[in-house]
């Protein structure tokens, strides 16, 4: 018998419809992943280009010193020589002082918060995100611990898990009428940074309690056995042999959460942010102030410029320039995180 | 040591031949009576009798899933870690205590009996870390007490030349049978009276294997070894007696040379010659 061609030869053959499926396949997801690339790159380079040009000048010291330094300020518009002059509230006043006789009649225009800076607001995010992070990782981090160590699985804790997974899929404005109910107006918090911290861990504490679970669980159980052989207690052997070994995974969902509380406008609407405020978060008498203060965030600042004053080339200026820092804020604290993750993995590799 | 021990018909060899009877020497430091074992419903040991003596060697072997492992987990009460594991009958004593009274501190019962994984798992941090690790849960802080230990359980473990520059680097970056020496010498930094070995040497080279062996046999001086092992040659080699297992029952124990020269049960006879099954 004669053998058959060999099917070998198959390979030098045309496409079968097999192939141009797969070509077809291959193509379109690959297009996708560019075209979402695409849009994200168009986000940045309008952010930006646009807030690049408001906080980098092109003389020295080539950042505008002020816009990160300063409180934000009204804008006074006016023509003086021909000339058309901006200059904030504190600098005009200073200036109608000087040239009273001058300045009687002359048409003014003033423009809110599109003079200055964004400090306050700035620092106003830092702190929100700190504290709440803070108190969003000690309660996250209690409630995995719990769930993966001690806790018998049985229906209760399937419950429990099910509804901090649902709490997670909440609205985030519906956290901040929570807050807004229980923090400001029940405990009595007022408009604070305490009443936010809270809101906001309660928002990414789902997140949280989820990562760490799963970071907890990755631990292989051999460390537990061989702390526990070696005569350690539970806790003992969870907090030098288990949760170190977790930290990194742990960590990883904060900057989940870090990104999130940065960001949420909603939840701090009702419960920390002030559209103005002239003293700055340290300038307090007493350290319950410091937590019963409200405080101004970067946000805030851009829902209010972008949407509750009248719009114009000078807001503009400032809503890019706002959307830019806080950009970079956001990236700043989260790659504290990251590196801190980074540290604690070469320290702990397994 | 020698003591003999008579070929019988008996079910239960251990019963003609008490350890403590055999040899004045060697008294009975684990004595386990009439010891069943449930996971849940299914039952993992049935009626498990037997004495094990003093600063000997005694090897546990058995089909896979014979339950050899559970027994040893008993002996450190590491089963109380499985939900549903439970001692359904008989009692375990060490040293004439009853491990199984609620009154017993387990953390305690854990600090006398030390255990060896099959798996090793040194933790991630560096040997030093690892083997100070039992002292300082308890609280050791003084830092030349610390070094001491160190310095005495790595050469317990014979592992103290090949790694004493290098004491601050991480554990994991030792070889296999280095990272298993570590668990031996972190077990034997608490100074516990017992040391419980689940297959010590499955993982390592002939090489590494020869030298936990040799340990062993120097471990034997100071402390109780109870050893299980796959490696017949192995439970030859370094094991005073040997207890034999089959489906969760004890078929024959007897000091190793019987077991493995002359065993009375037929079964005994089929799994050491390697015609099992
Ligand atoms: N955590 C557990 N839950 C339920 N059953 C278990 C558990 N661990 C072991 N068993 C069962 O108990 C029996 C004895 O298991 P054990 O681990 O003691 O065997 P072994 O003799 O150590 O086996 P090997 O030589 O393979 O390690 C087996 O049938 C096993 O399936
Ligand atoms: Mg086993």
Redesign the interface.
Known sequence: MKPAPSAFAAIFGRPTPAKRVETGVFWLLRLCTYFVLLCAAFIFWDIGSKGGAVVFQSSAPFINVPFLTESPETLNVFVRDGREQTMGDRAFRQFKAEHAAEMKGVAVETYVYSAGGIFPNIAGTVLLVLGSILIALVLGVLSAIYLSEYA??GPFIRFLRLSIVNLAGVPSIVFGLFGFGMFVIALDFGVSLLAGWLTMAFMVLPIIITASEEALKAV?Q????????????KF?TIL??VLP?ALPGILTSSVLAIARVAGETAPIMFTAAFVMRDELPWQVQKWTDFIFQGVMALPYHIYVVASKIPQNEYTRDVQYGTAFVFLFTVAAIAMTAVILRQRLRKK??? | MTESVAPSAAPRPLAVAPVAAASPAARAAIEIDDVDFHYGASKALHDITLNIPERQVTAFIGPSGCGKSTLLRCL?R?ND?I?GARVSAGRIRIDGVNIFDPRVDV??L??RV??V?Q?S?????SIYENIT??LR??GQKTKARLDEVVEHSLRGAALWDEVKDRLHE?A?GLSGGQQQRV?IA??IA?EPEIILMDEPCSALDPIATAKVEELIHGLKKQFTIVIVTHNMQQAARCSDRTAFFYLGKLIEYADTRTIFMNPANPQTEAYVSGRFG
């Open positions: 018998t699985e292989p051999g460390y537990r056995e061989g702390s526990l052989a070696l005569g350690a207690t003992q030098t042999n070994y702990y590799q397994w | 450190n590491m870690l939900d953390i305690e854990r600090k030390g255990m994984f798996k798992n040194p933790f991630p941090k690790y039992g849960i308890q991480s994991l668990c972190r077990a608490v």
